[in-house]
């Protein structure tokens, strides 16, 4: 059975590395199947180009994974009307965060065989078992699909409790030397970046997550060690942009897999996803020698009533705690702040807008996003409740246009005031931003000609 595989085009000049697909192609290629990777994120190739690719060349299965987004949304939309328009057309598999929490609605949308809900790895073993053999499709666990024109959802799969028993991503059948140009904070420009998963799933319940998994599942730190050690001889790695929901999921668990990087000598730069309730001095200063240099927070809110109303799990006390802490552990913080929760305003705005002004290390450009209710959030349930959105469709068709707009507002604000306010906040940060590197620019201006640093490279290269 021949597979294929789509990584589809976000517009970025190089992309994250697709994760998800590289885990499902690596179980495939353990039970024997043919797959290929069709990259159109590389090549950034038209979606009529897929429909041509198609045509000249039979697969029995084609897959697509998407997260939730208004781009992502509507860039499969277009790639389902691509692989539609098909003579040859495969069996058509979507999967992901995106379509997992309403798979009916994509199913009528996409015109796809079947949707994969949630984990994937033992689910479409089954599922091209079933195709493979003709048997009804009704008695694998974990996916959704049509049927007479209809949808069909059959119960959920349990999640795979041992994530150390699924195989490496398949990382031969990508083009690494693509991928692994990735930029994060604090990169060289001889740094080569990749993303690993450390583990899956998150210990809380923000009420904006879209997450349906449960609870943490770790990887071992042998297995997590292993991985880095064969990125970085077949493919010259020197950075890991850890990327699961949630490395720091407890001091011990942090403590422990720092320890063991320094024994293994690593000697890797890395970044991860914290929690600012575990961001203590000891367990920063060990991240540190481990190698950490950027450890991306999320805050969300600098009020205490909002973050309790988000079901953050955070003061504002242990926010601001735990990033001096950060700070003087000479890691980077990742200040990440959103707004338009329940309980916000102006006047909680401002407080996000004064803290990251005032905590700036200048690693990344923050600004501040509306809070975006996403089909699976407890948050998409509660704006269904209060009548403000009708349904998966009315979200993505008439609510979500952009991430940087707001899609439903939970404020007292009217939607202009909300979107000036965000306006003049923005204003201030990306101001803010570039004011600092113009500072950083003239700074080293000031010892090229006065002081005759040797060290200069050129303005073109800052």
Wanted: charged letters at 25%; glycine letters at 6%.
């Amino acid at each position: 059975m021949r597979i294929l595989l789509v990584v589809y085009d976000n517009d970025s000049y190089v992309h994250f590395f697709p994760q998800g697909l590289a885990y499902i192609a690596a179980v495939l290629v353990k039970e024997g199947y043919d797959v290929e990777i069709y990259n159109q994120d590389k090549f950034h190739y038209p979606d009529a180009h897929l429909t041509e690719y198609l045509n000249k060349n039979k697969f029995d299965v084609i897959g697509v994974s998407i997260i939730a987004g208004y781009y992502q949304y509507r860039k499969l939309i277009s790639i389902s009307d691509a692989i539609n328009r098909s003579r040859n057309r495969p069996f058509y598999i979507i999967g992901g965060h995106g379509p997992a929490p309403e798979p009916g609605f994509f199913l009528k949308k996409t015109q796809a065989d079947a949707v994969v809900i949630g984990e994937g790895e033992v689910t479409i073993i089954e599922l091209l078992e079933a195709i493979t053999n003709r048997k009804p499709l009704d008695t694998i666990k974990g996916i959704a699909f049509r049927e007479a024109g209809k949808a069909v959802i059959n119960e959920r799969r349990p999640l795979i409790s041992d994530i150390d028993s699924l195989p490496m991503p398949a990382y031969d059948l990508f083009p690494m030397d693509y991928y692994r140009l990735l930029r994060m904070p604090h990169t060289t420009n001889s740094d080569f970046v990749m993303p690993v998963i450390s583990g899956r799933g998150c210990k809380f319940t923000c009420n904006f997550c879209y997450r349906m998994d449960k609870g943490f599942r770790p990887r071992s730190n042998e297995g997590i060690i292993e991985e880095i050690k064969l990125l970085k001889k077949d493919y010259g790695i020197t950075y890991i942009a850890f990327a699961d929901e949630l490395l720091m999921s407890s001091v011990e668990r942090t403590e422990s897999l720092c320890n063991d990087f320094i024994k293994a000598k690593l000697n890797v730069k890395w970044d991860c996803n914290g929690r600012l309730n575990y961001a203590k001095p000891e367990v920063l200063n060990l991240m540190k020698k481990a190698g950490c240099v950027f450890i991306n927070y999320g805050i969300e809110a600098m009020d205490d009533q909002v973050l309790k109303n988000m079901k953050k799990a955070l003061t504002t006390k242990q926010i601001i705690k735990g990033i001096e802490v950060t700070l003087e552990a000479g890691i980077s913080p990742g200040l990440n702040i959103i707004f338009g929760n329940i309980g916000d305003s102006k006047e909680t705005l401002n407080k996000g807008v004064e803290f990251l002004l005032k905590y700036d290390d200048g690693a990344q450009m923050r600004t501040i996003r509306p809070v975006t209710p996403y089909p699976g959030s407890p948050l998409y349930y509660y704006a269904i409740e209060k009548g403000l959105v009708k349904d998966c469709e009315d979200f993505y068709e008439n609510k979500h246009t952009n991430s940087d707009l707001l899609a439903i507002n939970f404020t007292d604000m009217s939607d202009e005031e909300f979107h000036k306010c965000l306006f003049d906040a923005n204003t201030r940060l990306v101001t803010n931003y570039y004011q600092n590197k113009l500072k950083g620019t003239i700074e080293r201006a000031r010892k090229l000609y006065l002081e005759r640093d040797p060290n200069f490279r050129g303005f073109r290269t800052l």
